[in-house]
């Protein structure tokens, strides 16, 4: 299984970034996606999850309304739009997987938004 992120950036606050994830290894359009994020001193948390065939997504709180994850399973590629961005949106943001009760990450992508 393989996950790689890319689409971070340095942003200022109010603009966008749209992260993607190339995936793998694995049967993707079969396996439900995930965005997750972790700022300095916190905790990894979820951003956004993406079901197996596209048609149903979740978002953290702080996130609807914001940010929209979507895939092409053509590609074995899931999304994250982020519009609207804030500097507590900062964080280094995972791919994620799970496979068998495995979890899976990429590497990350740094997003930092700043003046």
């Known amino acids: 299984v393989q996950l790689v992120e890319s689409g971070g950036g340095l942003v200022q606050p109010g603009g966008s970034l749209r992260l993607s994830c190339a995936a793998s290894?694995?049967?993707?359009?079969?396996?439900?996606m995930s965005w997750y994020r972790q700022a300095p001193g916190k905790e990894r948390e979820l951003v956004a999850s993406?079901?197996?065939?596209?048609?149903?997504?979740n978002y953290a709180d702080s996130m609807k309304g914001r940010f929209t994850i979507s895939r092409d399973n053509a590609k074995n590629t899931v999304y994250l739009q982020m519009n609207s961005l804030k500097p507590e949106d900062t964080a280094m943001y995972f791919c994620?997987?799970?496979?068998?009760?495995?979890?899976?990450w990429g590497q990350g992508t740094q997003v930092t938004v700043s003046s």
């Open positions: 290894g694995f049967t993707f359009s079969s396996s439900d």
């Open positions: 993406i079901a197996s065939a596209g048609g149903s997504t």
């Open positions: 994620n997987t799970r496979i068998y009760r495995l979890h899976y």
